[in-house]
């Protein structure tokens, strides 16, 4: 019934705007009429939503506080179809380990939140650096609606979004022909070709494993133009582990197939040369050699040029957090705070909230109990994730926990050079990772993945 009064009010809608003359608002009002009614009747769509909207959150164009917004605006909605939702079918209780972990994080970003506050910081920075610190608490909600058989449609909105990603990264970067970073290369194209591959691993119908190889190529020519290097090696150490684990996995669970798994490998060969292939034809085969070459080259210089520009303004960055973080090491600065940076190449200075590590950022912002926080946060996700591998005998389920352990390290290595976790392109596709994973992870390695409390009588 949703479906049906969206198919009928959306066109209504897009016919009286363009008889008014208010084209642009009412074709804006019948896609958001079209959305709310595609969620009361899958209510698992709230999310891919949310997601999709958090992953085209830009920081630099000067609408954040705007676009902040319209995420919150939905999220608010999400909330409101849970709550109905929930009144009819009751609630789904969390996992304890998910629980302890979710407890430690969020006292400790509420810890955060107080000393920033006590210390008069920027209501607006605090406000931004709070929005992407609550990622996990989207598990909360991901749960009471994703379950086992909801793998193959999480895995199709990750694909989804990643593809609509390349699409416009791509068109973006043949129009400005320069290297663009923010919104137009994200991370979600490399989490998303990470959980392909794993599914092709373990995978036991040829035919998933090649849509799952084809369905790479594209996510990997995203990957590779966005000239990012923490993102590449984050890509390599997140795909060393996902391999490793699935041959685990199924020396475990199908060790006559372990070994004709190996066809894999050529399959992946030619994943590789496609990628390589398309990219060329893009970007053109010797001037893509030589970007290529140049960002690698350039890593590690502090020589003053162009190209390595962005490792000087990162060195004073983490001369002046290093030691603003030591005034205060235990608590840290308080979410908010900003310190002062001047850009090399013009002279000007300004306020900074952020730091191209996110390790040191907590640091600065949350001190040493937010670090601990944070390990305690991802260790406990990831111990539960290897008891999947190595217990349950859904192929599925196994695919996603390694899944989430291998995105968890290709975020980690990304993390090392980057503030990912901080805004919420990249925090919104991570929470939907492990949000998918813990509605489907049983409490012990048997049994049912959730309990749900019933609803009310008389409801």
């Known amino acids: 019934?949703?479906?049906?009064?969206?198919?009928?009010?959306?066109?209504?809608?897009?016919?009286?705007?363009?008889?008014?003359?208010?084209?642009?608002?009412?074709?804006?009002?019948?896609?958001?009429?079209?959305?709310?009614?595609?969620?009361?009747?899958?209510?698992?769509?709230?999310?891919?939503?949310?997601?999709?909207l958090a992953t085209f959150v830009d920081y630099t164009t000067g609408r954040l506080t705007m676009e902040m917004a319209v995420v919150c605006v939905w999220l608010t909605w999400t909330a409101l179809v849970l709550f109905w939702r929930g009144a009819w079918n009751g609630?789904?209780?969390?996992?304890?380990?998910?629980?302890?972990?979710?407890?430690?994080?969020?006292?400790?970003?509420?810890?955060?939140?107080?000393?920033?506050?006590l210390r008069g910081h920027?209501?607006?920075?605090?406000?931004?650096?709070?929005?992407?610190?609550?990622w996990p608490a989207l598990g909360l909600g991901i749960i009471q609606v994703f379950d086992?058989?909801?793998?193959?449609?999480?895995?199709?909105?990750?694909?989804?979004?990643?593809?609509?990603?390349?699409?416009?990264?791509?068109?973006?970067?043949?129009?400005?022909?320069?290297?663009?970073?923010?919104?137009?290369?994200?991370?979600?194209?490399?989490?998303?070709?990470?959980?392909l591959w794993t599914a092709a691993l373990l995978s036991p119908s040829r035919k998933v494993r090649a849509w799952c190889l084809v369905g790479m190529i594209p996510l990997l020519v995203h990957l590779l133009f966005s000239f990012t290097r923490g993102y590449w090696l984050g890509f390599i150490a997140g795909f060393a582990v996902?391999?490793?684990?699935?041959?685990?996995?199924?020396?475990?669970?199908?060790?006559?197939?372990?070994?004709?798994?190996?066809?894999?490998?050529?399959?992946?060969?030619?994943v590789l040369a496609a990628t390589l292939g398309f990219s060329m034809l893009f970007f053109g085969g010797g001037d893509l050699l030589d970007a290529l070459g140049g960002?690698?080259?350039?890593?590690?210089?502090?020589?003053?040029s162009g190209a390595?520009?962005?490792?000087?303004?990162?060195?004073?960055?983490?001369?002046?957090?290093?030691?603003?973080?030591?005034?205060?090491?235990?608590l840290g600065q308080g979410l908010g705070y900003s310190f002062i940076t001047k850009d090399l190449l013009l002279g000007t200075v300004r306020d900074q909230w952020f730091v191209h590590n996110y390790y040191l950022l907590i640091w600065l912002k949350l001190g040493i109990v937010g670090l601990a926080a944070f390990a305690f946060l991802l260790g406990t996700s990831v111990r539960a994730a290897k008891r999947v591998c190595d217990e349950d005998?859904?192929?599925?389920?196994?695919?996603?926990?390694?899944?989430?352990?291998?995105?968890?390290?290709?975020?980690?290595?990304?993390?090392?050079?980057?503030?990912?976790?901080?805004?919420?392109?990249?925090?919104?596709?991570?929470?939907?990772?492990?949000?998918?994973?813990?509605?489907?992870?049983?409490?012990?390695?048997?049994?049912?993945?959730?309990?749900?409390?019933?609803?009310?009588?008389?409801?």
């Not at 990750?158 to 791509?170: E, R, S």
């Open 393 to 459: 005998p859904d192929w599925r389920a196994r695919a996603w926990a390694i899944g989430a352990i291998a995105v968890t390290v290709q975020v980690l290595a990304i993390l090392a050079t980057n503030y990912s976790l901080a805004d919420l392109t990249t925090a919104f596709v991570f929470a939907f990772v492990w949000g998918v994973f813990w509605s489907i992870r049983p409490e012990s390695g048997s049994g049912e993945a959730a309990t749900r409390v019933a609803a009310p009588e008389g409801v």
């Open 148 to 195: 086992r058989r909801s793998l193959v449609y999480a895995g199709a909105t990750l694909l989804g979004v990643g593809l609509i990603h390349t699409a416009f990264g791509l068109t973006m970067l043949q129009v400005h022909q320069r290297r663009l970073g923010g919104i137009y290369f994200t991370t979600v194209t490399g989490i998303a070709a990470l959980l």
């Open 295 to 304: 960002r690698f080259s350039s890593s590690f210089s502090t020589e003053v």
């Open 1 to 52: 019934m949703p479906l049906v009064v969206a198919a009928v009010l959306g066109p209504v809608a897009v016919v009286a705007g363009l008889a008014a003359g208010a084209w642009a608002p009412m074709l804006l009002l019948a896609a958001a009429t079209a959305l709310a009614a595609w969620t009361l009747a899958d209510a698992r769509a709230t999310f891919v939503v949310a997601v999709l």
């Open 122 to 134: 920027d209501l607006r920075n605090l406000g931004i650096e709070l929005a992407a610190a609550l």
């Open 242 to 270: 996902a391999t490793y684990l699935a041959w685990r996995s199924l020396s475990c669970f199908e060790p006559a197939e372990r070994w004709r798994r190996l066809r894999v490998l050529p399959a992946l060969a030619a």
């Open 308 to 330: 390595t520009l962005s490792n000087l303004v990162r060195l004073d960055e983490y001369d002046r957090a290093i030691g603003a973080a030591l005034e205060s090491p235990v």
């Open 91 to 117: 609630a789904v209780l969390p996992r304890r380990a998910m629980t302890a972990g979710l407890a430690v994080w969020l006292g400790a970003c509420m810890m955060g939140v107080v000393v920033g506050l």
